[in-house]
């Protein structure tokens, strides 16, 4: 079951969220963060799938504090929106779209969920680095090609929770001599590289790997399992 609901962040704002229940007693809570794209119907589908697992689900609408409604496709035309968008996100005032990411693991915490996890796929990746290194209540995190977390000052940041990274080796966007910089930086971090491309976990894109995204998934789901029970 699915339902749009209003997060409220610290500093009073309110941003929508597509929200997947599980059938039973969440296991936990997962909360899912999204591409360049805004919560378009692949990120539903992810947020659905957690659910189906158990968990309850969340994928708050991250461009909100931009621009309202945001839900592209993978066109080159929409790929220069969701690029110009990220970009006045990142431009916002510091905690940023950091802030309703907080009020999505608060909103989970008072739905009595569980243990609460996160995980974001191209920019969501990075926010979900940057929220495995400064927000409370986490207890777990993933990261599928966080655009960016490899350079700068992203590998130097220290994890509050356990992190699980996946990266394409083919990635044009992320250079594996950056993926390979970060493993070693973050030995604690769980890397994981496959033969495939960036967005590889989107079967919406031409990038789309079946069979990395499939172990991808698994491994997802075993990394959560224990630190989430």
């Known amino acids: 079951m699915s339902e749009s609901v209003l997060l409220k962040a610290a500093d009073g704002f309110s941003c929508p969220s597509h929200v997947a229940r599980p059938a039973q007693h969440a296991r936990g809570a997962i ?17 659905d799938d957690f659910a189906q697992q158990g968990y309850l689900a969340l994928a708050p609408a991250l461009f909100h504090r931009v621009r309202s409604g945001v839900e592209l496709g ?4 929409d790929v220069e929106q969701g690029r110009a968008l990220k970009t006045a996100a990142e431009a916002l005032p510091r905690p ?24 974001g796929y191209c920019w969501g990746g990075l926010l979900a680095w940057r929220s495995a290194c400064s927000l409370s209540g986490l207890d777990a995190a993933v ?30 966007a992320i250079p594996i001599e950056g ?5 070693r930086a973050q030995s604690a971090v769980e890397v994981q590289v496959y033969p495939a491309q960036h967005g590889f976990n989107c079967d919406q894109r031409a990038s789309f790997d079946a069979v990395a995204a499939t172990l991808a998934r698994q491994r997802s789901l075993d990394f959560f399992a224990p630190h989430l029970a």
């Open 31 to 47: 909360v899912v963060l999204q591409e360049i794209f805004g919560v378009n119907s692949h990120i539903r589908a992810v947020a």
């Open 179 to 183: 993926v390979q910089a970060f493993a």
């Open 74 to 77: 993978y066109t080159g035309a």
């Open 143 to 172: 990261a599928y090609y966080g655009g960016g977390m490899t350079a700068g000052v992203e590998p130097a940041r220290q994890p509050l929770c356990p992190v699980l990274c996946h990266f394409g080796e083919q990635d044009h």
């Open 96 to 119: 940023g779209v950091l802030a309703d990411v907080a009020a999505a693991i608060a909103y989970a915490v008072d739905q009595g969920a569980g243990k609460v996890g996160v995980v």
